[in-house]
């Protein structure tokens, strides 16, 4: 704990002694080497390990404490014009209270496995402006769902996955009396039990914050509750989704979020690509082991040559309800098949267990992604960018 307190007393004290205009530049860089420092430690103390530790409270500190210098840096030195909507609504006018700023990033209901809300939205919280609402409809009526059924599902998933990885656990992919394609559904079966794993915990966590209330995100134009604050995972998407952007989109869902509101959106075109940009601040992140940046590189090329080939090939098989759903059917094998291929190495970790497994497939995904990525398709970068920022930026 002395590692976390120190980390947010030195950003809360960048917030009140540094200008509005600066306290961003400092907070980043600071949170991030505190955390590289913790992912290196592990890395030294249980190499390829999986014991709990103060490193994954340090991950979601990182994001409230960046959440929160951007928001003030967004609410006192930027001019409200250069603000988008979403800065507009998150931005803080002057700096939380001590006691706000450590309630925020110590809350014991999103403490250990999130998800990190915005300040303003853990604010909003706590005075009750969140459930403020032009109609006079209570929600007491709607929120079982919102909290017994995100229980319910989280409680089959911890079913599926005990069940699951015992018959088939992460290492048995690397036995090499495979075949290529059994080698491929073994990848689908042994990600999705690791994939279960973390939906219990996150439709746990949105089910316990919802009881409490900072889950309510508000109500949408028809006067609905929306439960969307605290929301970390639509595992139909993920498992269901005919697209890479859908899948990935769908996962880990509050980071994918931190990392549009603090990098993608602020990366202006230039020398340095806003989706490179976000993918590799998403694997620092994560830490350090080779694994991590073997998937998120994969990753980065996926999204990109998944955008070239739905630009290319979508609009011919839309001529049609039965085309439509074959080309829904094999979208979805070739997304789940090329994401398992890099996402098994993030729980490899090793870079000889990576390049074990990508020996087996004969690196055929990579080529091909690769290839697909770097075809000259003609789009608008101003078009393209509004699209992806629409669609998000994910990263595990």
């Known amino acids: 704990m002395a590692v976390l307190f120190s980390v947010t007393g030195a950003c809360y004290a960048m917030l009140v002694t540094l200008p509005a205009s600066a306290v961003h530049l400092y907070t980043m860089p600071f949170a991030l080497a505190s955390l590289s420092v913790a992912h290196v430690y592990r890395m030294v103390t249980d190499y390829q390990g999986w014991h709990l530790d103060f490193t ?6 990182v994001q409230r404490v960046t959440f929160t210098a ?81 229980l319910a599902e989280a409680v089959v998933c911890i079913v599926l996955h005990q069940v699951i ?21 073994l990848a689908h079966i042994i990600i999705f039990h ?27 134009k028809e006067g609905k509750p929306v439960w ?29 979020l931190w990392l549009r509101k603090i990098s993608y959106n602020r990366v202006s075109y230039g020398w340095i690509s806003p989706t490179l940009a976000s993918w590799g601040l998403s694997a620092v992140w994560h830490g350090f082991y080779p694994g991590y940046y073997f998937c998120f590189l994969s990753g980065a090329i996926m999204q990109r040559a998944s955008v070239n080939m739905r630009r290319l090939l979508r609009h011919h098989f839309h001529t049609s309800e039965t085309w439509k759903r074959i080309y829904d059917v094999v979208t979805w094998a070739i997304s789940h098949t090329m994401l398992n291929y890099g996402a098994m190495c993030f729980l490899l970790l090793s870079v ?27 789009y608008d970068k101003k078009e393209a960018r509004n699209g992806d920022r629409q669609n998000g930026v994910k990263a595990q």
């Open 56 to 61: 994954g409270p340090l991950m979601l500190i």
């Open 70 to 150: 951007f928001a003030l840096h967004d609410g006192v030195a930027r001019k409200e014009a250069e603000l988008n909507e979403d800065q507009k609504r998150m931005k803080l006018t002057e700096v939380p209270s001590l006691l706000e700023y450590w309630s925020y990033n110590y809350n014991f209901h999103t403490f250990l496995a999130g998800p990190a809300c915005t300040m303003k939205e853990y604010l909003n919280f706590v005075d009750g402006s969140n459930f403020t609402t032009k109609t006079s409809k209570r929600i007491g009526s709607d929120v079982k769902y919102p909290v017994l059924g995100r």
């Open 165 to 185: 990885s015992a018959q088939y656990p992460i290492d048995s992919i690397l036995k090499p009396d495979y075949s290529l394609p059994t080698r491929i559904l």
């Open 194 to 220: 690791t994939r279960s794993r973390f939906y219990f915990v996150w439709l746990l966590v949105e089910s316990i914050n919802n009881y409490i209330g900072l889950g309510f995100g508000g109500y949408d």
């Open 352 to 378: 000889e267990k990576c390049l074990m497994l990508w020996k087996f497939y004969y690196f055929f995904p990579f080529i091909t992604v690769s290839c697909a990525a770097l075809l000259p398709v003609p």
């Open 228 to 256: 969307d604050v605290c929301k970390n995972v639509r595992p139909w998407d993920v498992e269901f989704g005919t697209n890479f952007r859908t899948v990935v989109t769908g996962w880990n869902v509050t980071t994918s």
